[in-house]
Structure formats: structure tokens, C-alpha cells
């Protein structure tokens, strides 16, 4: 058929490929609700804890450095059409496979920490909303039971996943627009719970316990954690129709669409509530409601949050699991992982493994923890990406392709490097975990070089 491929495993037995399902307006969603999920509707308070009122100023300061990255990414995709992805085009510009490899594995590992966040997310301070405070010390059982269902979601099939991501974009889209609407409403037409008093002059204030540029860039390594969408929008290429043509224009489409929801949003959340009360919450825009529409059913919007970080965790658990069965089919992990249910059609071993991670991480981490540490993860990748344009300057194709201003790299390279070292403001915490997580791929790399030795391998297929 048309839209199913066929792919060789390891060891020349054929597995049957990965169905291509998604055109240019389920890409479109797939972006806009992977941005918007975990980060608007949770993170939000922890990064106002960061830098106090001015709340706006990291997600600006994020979305202008992955603007940069962005037109990298373009330049990268019209020159090599065909396939897309990180591992390849550091593989193309450096060509050390154990690199290639290691970034791979950094991808896969951010949308598994993004997950585990949304997990934490989950059975927070939403479901509180919900059930009442009787539900906290059962939180954690909430959590594995998310990973759990979304491991059989994944499972199902992309072509499920990725139409239920529709679904789930439609409702988190409908949050956001009943925090904007009422937010606005509550701050020019006075109409507000009578326990809150609007107050715009906390938009210009900062931490005072650091200085306003530390606070700034500890609340942007954090804030960062929203762009871990644009990374995996490009490694579902095998399943989307036409990628040269299709990724650019939901890329940029949907970071236009995201960076304008987060500015208005953090604009509205810093106004009406309290920095101190959003710190202390892993539920910010259901204090956001509360203050503009008290007469508003609270269960009502937090099962809508619980709808939208669903979404971000169901798209970077398909994302991680496609890696994993990429690196498997090309040799560079143990080749089981790289198994398709034959009914199904999915890399099922995979979306085990990932999934086992997951929990271990949710069983161990805060969601604060786990959201930096994705941030740290693809900052780290977003470097490395923008210096492989540089060097693969070099290397001509025949064919006309968007090219970016030289200082646009460098400059995305430069900054993307800042926010992902200590200078920042990051604990020592997370590249501890960073390196735990990036220290399981070495194990199974060193396993398959024991057993197989030196293995030659395609990177586009790592992106699969």
C-alpha cells in the first residue's frame, strides 16, 4: 500500500515498516499541542518561582533562541529532503557515529523525561481539583497508571495516537482560550473574584534573592522545556506525507501560534495571580481561572488540563519509542528493541522500554527536576545542530534550498551552549540525571560493539 513501508531488521529478517498518516494539518497539530501541553498548563508557576513577575520575560527569551535553531533546522531540512532529525545532520557534519549516536539517545531521553513530566503533571494539583485532597497520597499510583495507558495508546498505533492528538490539541486549545478570555475580561473589565486585586506592575518585577539576569536565564532553562515539540515533530518523519514540504510551514506556523499563547498567557497569569501562590503550584492556570471566573466549575477546566498534558505526554512517548526502533534496525542498540507487532504494526518492545523508564523517573523525580533536565537535553542537541549547519556549508546539493544568515546559526549555537551550562543557573542535579540517562545508551552501545563490533549504520534511520 501507498502509505506502509517495509524496513530490514537487523540480521536481514524484514519487519514491517511504519505507516506514513500524517499530513500537513496533523503535523500542524502534532506541534502546536506538543509545545502547548505539559509546560503552559504546569510549569508555568515553577518558572514564575524562578523569576518572579516578569513572568513573560523567560518565554520570550526561549522562543527567540529556538526561533534561531528553527531556521537552521529549515536550512537542514531543504537540503536533505528526504529524511530529517538531529542524529542525521550531526552525523552528515561530523560523521562519528558514536556522536551521531549519543545524540540520538539525548532526543529519545528528552521525550521521556517531557513524559514523566506530564505523568507528574497529571496527578497533581488538577486531579486535586477534581477529587479533593483525598486523592494526594494516591498520586503516585495515578501517575503509573498514566504511563501505563499511554504505553497501550502507543501500542494501538501512531495512525490512533496521532488523530486522538487532534482531539487532545481541540481541547487543550479550549483551556487556553478560557484562561485568555476570562483573564482579559477579569483585568479591563474588573469582573474578578473579589479576593484577588489585578496588579500589571508584577510583570516588570523580578527574584530578589538573585539578580534579574540570573533570574532570567535560570527561568529560561527551564522555559525551554516547551520547544522539546520541535525536535519531535521532525523525528515522526517516516509517518508524515512529504516532510521537505510539510515540516517548514507547520514548524513555523506552529511557533508563531505557540510563542503568542505563551506570552498572552504568562502576561495574564503574572497580572492576576500571585508569584508566591504560582510557585507552590503544579496547577497555575486553575488558580488563573479561579481569580477571573470563580463562578467557573473548577472540575470542568482541570479535567481540560488533564486532557492537554495527556497530549504532550502521548506525543513524546510515540517520539522516544520511534527512536529507539530506529537505533535498534540500524544496529547501534540491542536488536530486539527494534521488534513490530505484527498485528499492530508498532515497535512494541520499544514502547516497553520507554515506558519502564518512565516510571522509574516519575517514581523518583520532581516535575520541576524532570522538566529542566528535558530542557537541558535539547538545549544540548539545539547547539550541537546549530555548528553541524556551519560545517556542512561545505557540502553543495544541486538543488535550491532555503539557506540562513550566517549569524543566525552562531548565534542559536552561542545561546543554546549558554542555557544548557552551569552559567545559567542549573543545579548540578540535573546533568546528574542527564548523565544517567545518556549513560544507559552508552551501556547498550558498548554492548552491541562487544558482541557485533564496529557497526556502519544509515543516521536518517535513527530518526525513524
Excluded at 169 to 198: K, M, N, Y
Amino acid at each position: 500500500m501507498a502509505n506502509e513501508t517495509t524496513v530490514n531488521a537487523p540480521g536481514g529478517a524484514h519487519e514491517p515498516g511504519l505507516k506514513k498518516v500524517m499530513g500537513p494539518k496533523l503535523l500542524l497539530f502534532f506541534v502546536v499541542g506538543d509545545i502547548l501541553g505539559t509546560t503552559i498548563y504546569s510549569l508555568t508557576g515553577k518558572v514564575a518561582g524562578k523569576v518572579g513577575g516578569a513572568l513573560w520575560v523567560p518565554f520570550l527569551v526561549a522562543f527567540v533562541v529556538a526561533f534561531l535553531t528553527a531556521f537552521s533546522y529549515l536550512e537542514l531540512v531543504g537540503k536533505y529532503p528526504r529524511a530529517g532529525g538531529a542524529p542525521l545532520y550531526v552525523h552528515k557534519a561530523f560523521g562519528i557515529h558514536f556522536v551521531t549516536f549519543l545524540i540520538a539517545f539525548a532526543v529519545m531521553c528528552s521525550g521521556i523525561t517531557s513524559a514523566s513530566s506530564a505523568a507528574q503533571a497529571f496527578s497533581g494539583d488538577y486531579l486535586t481539583g477534581i477529587f479533593g485532597d483525598g486523592v494526594e497520597p494516591y498520586s503516585w499510583m495515578v501517575a503509573l497508571g498514566f504511563l501505563l495507558l499511554l504505553a497501550a495508546i502507543n501500542f494501538r498505533g501512531v495512525g490512533e495516537s496521532v488523530k486522538m492528538n487532534v482531539v487532545l490539541t481541540c481541547v487543550e486549545l479550549t483551556g487556553l482560550a478560557i484562561v485568555i478570555v476570562f483573564g482579559l475580561i477579569a483585568i479591563f473589565g474588573g469582573s474578578h473574584s473579589a479576593d484577588i486585586a489585578p496588579d500589571p506592575s508584577r510583570l516588570t518585577q523580578f527574584d530578589t534573592d538573585t539578580s534579574p539576569l540570573l533570574a532570567i536565564t535560570s527561568a529560561t532553562a527551564l522555559a525551554f522545556f516547551a520547544m522539546v515539540g520541535f525536535e519531535d515533530s521532525v523525528n515522526m518523519a517516516e509517518e508524515t506525507k512529504d516532510p521537505s514540504k510539510n515540516f517548514p510551514r507547520a514548524l513555523l506556523l506552529g511557533m508563531v501560534i505557540t510563542a503568542t499563547i505563551y506570552l498572552v498567557i504568562a502576561v495574564i497569569t503574572s497580572t492576576l495571580v500571585p508569584t508566591a501562590e504560582l510557585a507552590e503550584s503544579d496547577g497555575p492556570l486553575l488558580l488563573v481561572v479561579k481569580a477571573a471566573a470563580p463562578w467557573f466549575p473548577p472540575i470542568l477546566f482541570s479535567l481540560i488540563a488533564l486532557f492537554a498534558v495527556t497530549n504532550t505526554a502521548l506525543i513524546n512517548m510515540l517520539m522516544a519509542s520511534r527512536l529507539v526502533y530506529g537505533m535498534a534496525n540500524e544496529g547501534v542498540v540491542p536488536s530486539v528493541f527494534g521488534k513490530v507487532h505484527k498485528g499492530r504494526r508498532t515497535p512494541w518492545v520499544s514502547i516497553l522500554f520507554t515506558s519502564i523508564i518512565a516510571v522509574i523517573l516519575v517514581s523518583s523525580l520532581e516535575i520541576s527536576d524532570l522538566g529542566s533536565t528535558t530542557s537541558l537535553l535539547l538545549l544540548v542537541v539545539f547547539a550541537v545542530v546549530n555548528i553541524a549547519v556551519l560545517v556542512l556549508r561545505k557540502d553543495e546539493v544541486e538543488h535550491d534550498h532555503f539557506k540562513a544568515p550566517t549569524w543566525v546559526p552562531v548565534l542559536g549555537a552561542l545561546t543554546c551552549a549558554f542555557f544548557a551550562s552551569p552559567l545559567s543557573g542549573r543545579p548540578a542535579t540535573e546533568y546528574i540525571i542527564a548523565g544517567i540517562l545518556l549513560g544507559i545508551g552508552v551501556i547498550f552501545w558498548l554492548i552491541n560493539y562487544f558482541v557485533k563490533g564496529k557497526t556502519d549504520f544509515q543516521a536518517e534511520s535513527l530518526s525513524k
